[in-house]
């Protein structure tokens, strides 16, 4: 079972729509991330929150908005996203010092018509 | 900009055999992970390297570090089916939770 939750599992959207990716974790980590993964390529990092302050943002368009309400939970709010936006959505928590490995969540599937 | 390079992409072998993935990163760093993906899956973490000369092992796999040559190896022994999947690496270059992570290598392992 992962310990990094992520809702919905599955999402499609028009693009004038407006929708929340949501991510829970519960192993007391302080840090935790947003990454955007094509089909066939590796992970790429979008967001990271450090002690629910967002500490890197990899320029990603502002149709995409990050959000940390507390330690425990994560969000992505989506607006007017393009086809290209179509991807899986991972999110990862770790403890902010680094020593241990990043813990993903199972991912949104992601389809933008 | 940091650039993380891992050969082979694919990698096809017999049950049995031995084989190692190799990962070359640009810049100076001391911190890497590998990460373990089955199709459709998320990412499974195989391995933490902190420091120059780290060796970790778990089962058939072996991985290693060498920051001088900005290089990391993960070591298949034996190969199984189930170890069937594709391995990334990636390198945490700023000390900062921010991971650069491989192309990948799809390995498969054929009876």
């Known amino acids: 079972d992962t310990e990094v939750t992520q809702t919905p599992k599955h999402l499609v959207m028009g693009m004038t729509n407006k929708k929340s990716l949501k991510c829970e974790q519960h192993?007391?980590?302080?840090?935790m991330y947003w990454y955007k993964q094509k089909a066939k390529k590796p992970p790429e990092l979008m967001f990271v929150y450090s002690y629910e302050k967002l500490s890197i943002n990899e320029s990603v368009p502002s149709r995409f908005s990050p959000e940390c309400p507390n330690s425990s939970l994560l969000n992505l709010h989506l607006h007017a996203l393009q086809p290209e936006d179509s991807a899986l959505y991972l999110c990862?928590?770790?403890?902010?010092?680094?020593?241990?490995?990043?813990?993903f969540g199972d991912g949104t599937r992601l389809s933008i018509l | 900009e940091l650039k993380v390079e891992q050969n082979p992409l694919f990698l096809s072998m017999q049950e049995g055999k031995n084989y190692t993935i190799y990962c070359n990163y640009s810049t100076t760093s001391d911190r890497l992970y590998w990460y373990r993906q089955d199709p459709g899956k998320s990412l499974e973490s195989l391995f933490v390297l902190l420091s120059n000369g780290a060796v970790k092992q778990e089962g058939r796999l072996m991985a290693s570090l060498d920051t001088k040559a900005r290089l990391s190896t993960l070591h298949i022994t034996a190969a199984v089916h189930d170890l069937s999947a594709t391995y990334f690496c990636?390198?945490?270059?700023?000390?900062?939770?921010?991971?650069?992570f491989g192309g990948g290598t799809r390995l498969m392992v054929k009876p």
């Open positions: 990862a928590s770790s403890q902010v010092d680094g020593t241990e490995p990043q813990h």
């Open positions: 192993m007391g980590h302080r840090a």
């Open positions: 990636a390198v945490d270059w700023v000390a900062g939770n921010m991971l650069t």
